[in-house]
């Protein structure tokens, strides 16, 4: 494999400035794809885990461009369609086309199910899921009128299992795999695949905060340490690791946008160290 | 069904074909029900009533929007208030806009099936766990065969309906603690006005200009594995309470499917 794996390809991350979707976006750059990276870059209401920033945005395109690639870098929401439409169109207009898609943008919030507010269950929805599905739509005709094409939707380890404390965020995650299921029945006669990932907790400042880290560990009386929450996180994994890093989930969407898995669709990834299986 | 006499159910969605079914189900089991459909349906929602109150168990009706909190907790609160107490919840009401590729659906639709199919069944359970006592009891959520595969211009219906597996699998883990048991059931095709009419018969059978029934359910025939086209309406409820009967004390986070193997068809 010595040629570049996405060599001429173009790739639309959302969720780009940090995390999980700046990993894709420089994994992709380095093996030869020019990235549209779309991101929030601000908060969300309800959600209190820290967000990204502009800055953030602007550190992922200086990656990209160091790993000697181009990028088209917008600031968007995934909630509002029109804008995201938009900012699809003007970052495909730059490249030419599109044949990737990563659906990454994503929230966390944490409360009983029963006890959610109608503002975080809703705010949930409309990120974590219809975002998604935004991302698919504005960029499905781009890939079919390429002749092919990859999206790959980040789920979780929460689209297969049940997490206490967090409903809204495991109906969303269940649903993207339904989404994923019926859109890569739509797609195939396009020859475009569609598959999700399922990441175990990932080392980003989405979950290395205060607000999920507590979560973790409710018998302590104060937010626990990266180390004792290492030690709870570690208990969900088979494999002896508390968590995996971005360039894992970065990996597993490389070799999905790649010739290499031309024949698979409609398949849920995990990349989770076991915890699915725990 | 042991355990049922004298219980309360709450079934949403009362006033429609399975709905009704279920509520004369737990009234021939023994339970008492609170009946709740939206008031478009307020007609068949009095026939629903009226034929549980046959069977000699008491019955609420309730008008409420599911995807209304405020609405639903009201209903709730009154349905509970007049039987004393609440065992069994069924969250029935669901729905299926029109379909097309996933990416020409209507921003309308895709919201619209999220708020009644998925957000609709946290509103009736938010709204009405929290009366369910001591003992426990039991939430029955109708998904669909739709909750666990994919079916071409389906993708708003699909995400919907994983996702109500992915929030009974979260209420599972929340209220077992409190003896609560949370499953879902998966329904194939149920040979309800949903799946019997002429709209669908076009689309199962393009290559004849006037289909019947019978050139319809030859298709469906062929998608499962039992000699049947479609299962009944019974069929789903006899599944929804045995889940919600002391049968199935310790089943809880278990997806339940009714198909007559559609999904399980291989070949």
Redesign the interface.
């Known amino acids: 494999m010595s040629a570049l794996r996405l060599a001429g390809k173009v790739a639309l991350i959302t969720g780009a400035a940090r995390g999980i979707g700046r990993a894709q976006a420089v994994r992709f750059a380095q093996e030869g794809a020019d990235i549209i990276g779309l991101d929030l870059c601000g908060p969300v209401e309800t959600v209190s885990v820290p967000s990204s920033t502009p800055a953030d945005l602007e550190e992922t395109g200086r990656l990209v461009r160091q790993a000697g690639r181009r990028i088209y870098t917008e600031i968007v929401d995934v909630r509002d369609l029109e804008g995201l439409q938009a900012a699809t169109d003007r970052g495909v207009d730059a490249f030419g086309g599109l044949d990737v898609v990563c659906a990454t943008a994503g929230i966390t919030s944490r409360a009983m199910t029963v006890d959610l507010s109608e503002n975080a269950w809703r705010t949930m929805l409309d990120v974590n899921l219809t975002g998604v599905w935004h991302t698919c739509r504005v960029s499905a005709e781009y890939l079919i009128a390429r002749g092919g094409g990859s999206m790959a939707l980040t789920s979780s380890i929460a689209g297969l299992r049940g997490l206490v404390g967090v409903g809204h965020y495991t109906a969303a995650k269940h649903g993207v795999i339904g989404l994923m299921r019926g859109l890569a029945h739509d797609l195939a006669p396009h020859d475009v695949r569609v598959n999700c990932i399922l990441p175990t907790n990932v080392d980003t400042p989405l979950i290395q905060n205060d607000v999920v880290r507590v979560g973790f560990r409710p018998d302590l009386d104060r937010p626990p340490t990266r180390d004792e929450f290492a030690e709870a996180a570690r208990r969900m994994n088979l494999l002896a690791i508390p968590w995996v890093e971005a360039i894992d989930v970065a990996n597993a969407a490389l070799f999905l946008a790649s010739d290499e898995a031309r024949y698979i669709t409609a398949i849920t990834l995990p990349v989770d160290a076991g915890a699915t299986q725990r | 069904m042991p355990g049922l006499r004298d219980t309360v159910v709450l079934v949403t969605g009362a006033g429609s074909g399975t709905g009704r079914v279920h509520c004369l189900h737990f009234a021939a089991a023994g339970a008492d029900v609170i009946a709740l459909d939206h008031a478009a349906a307020a007609d068949e929602l009095r026939e629903t009533a009226y034929q549980a109150r046959a069977l000699g168990r008491r019955c609420v009706e309730g008008l409420a929007d599911v995807t209304n909190?405020g609405e639903m907790a009201a209903a709730i609160d009154a349905g509970v208030a007049e039987l004393g107490r609440l065992d069994t919840i069924v969250a029935n009401a669901g729905m299926h806009a029109p379909g097309g590729?996933?990416?020409s659906?209507s921003?309308h639709d895709?919201?619209r099936t999220?708020d009644v199919n998925?957000?609709g069944v946290?509103n009736t359970?938010?709204a009405g766990?929290?009366h369910i006592g001591p003992d426990g009891g039991s939430v029955v959520i109708i998904s669909s065969t739709?909750?666990l595969?994919?079916?071409?211009?389906?993708?708003?219906?699909?995400?919907?309906?994983?996702?109500?597996?992915?929030?009974?699998?979260?209420?599972?883990?929340?209220?077992g603690s409190r003896s609560i048991r949370v499953n879902t059931v998966h329904p194939g095709a149920v040979g309800t006005a949903t799946v019997r009419n002429t709209a669908t018969y076009r689309r199962l059978r393009p290559d004849l200009d006037d289909p019947t029934e019978e050139d319809a359910a030859e298709v469906l025939r062929s998608r499962n594995l039992l000699p049947v086209p479609w299962v009944e309406s019974a069929d789903v409820a006899n599944a929804v309470v045995f889940l919600a009967s002391d049968e199935a004390r310790y089943i809880t986070?278990s997806q339940l499917v009714v198909d007559a193997g559609l999904t399980g068809r291989t070949t």
């Open positions: 909190l590729p996933a990416w659906i921003a895709w919201q999220l998925l957000t946290w359970v938010k766990a929290r739709n909750g595969r994919g079916t071409p211009h389906s993708a708003h219906y699909t995400a919907s309906k994983h996702a109500l597996v992915g929030l009974a699998r979260t209420l599972a883990n929340e209220l986070c």
